[in-house]
């Protein structure tokens, strides 16, 4: 049986790179597993600042802010113009939303809160799509 030649070279492709900043593991520790089932590879850094010098050290498609304390400005900044997107976790009672604060190198003022079924559902659609843009990049180069 013929290979599909298509699926080779999306089997091929770069995965989708990530960056989770939190204190605590266990804020995204969940994302990270989820992540890496879908291909991606994950980075981890401790702090907003970390987060943001290993953004300009190294290329990342989406960062994701997991319950830090200290802000989110060096990471917007290191984004902005970028091809990056940039999610910030705030916690709630019961809970946490998820806020866009940066999509695809553009700031988001006012973006609505997602509730964390809602942000899963997203952030399943960014890296399909991410993955779509590096796949239809790969074709152009080759």
């Known amino acids: 049986m013929d290979k599909c030649p298509q699926k080779e070279e999306h089997m091929n492709s770069a995965p989708v790179k990530v960056l989770l900043v939190g204190e605590h ?3 995204y520790s969940f994302l990270s597993q989820r992540l ?3 291909g991606c ?3 981890v850094a401790t702090s907003n600042s970390d987060g ?3 953004f300009r050290e190294l290329p990342f498609d989406l960062i994701l802010c997991c319950d830090s304390r200290d802000g989110i400005g060096p990471l917007v900044a290191s ?5 990056a997107s940039l999610f910030r ?4 009672e019961n809970g946490c939303l998820w806020l866009p604060a940066v999509l695809h190198g553009q700031e988001c003022p006012g973006a609505p809160a997602l509730q ?3 942000f899963t559902k997203v952030l ?3 890296v399909e799509m991410i993955k779509s843009a590096g796949d239809s990049r790969e074709l152009a180069h080759s």
């Open 124 to 126: 399943d659609q960014l």
């Open 79 to 83: 984004t902005l113009g970028s091809s």
């Open 52 to 54: 943001a010098r290993l």
């Open 89 to 92: 976790s705030h916690r709630v």
């Open 36 to 38: 890496e089932k879908r």
């Open 41 to 43: 590879e994950c980075r």
């Open 25 to 27: 593991p266990t804020g």
């Open 116 to 118: 964390p079924r809602e």
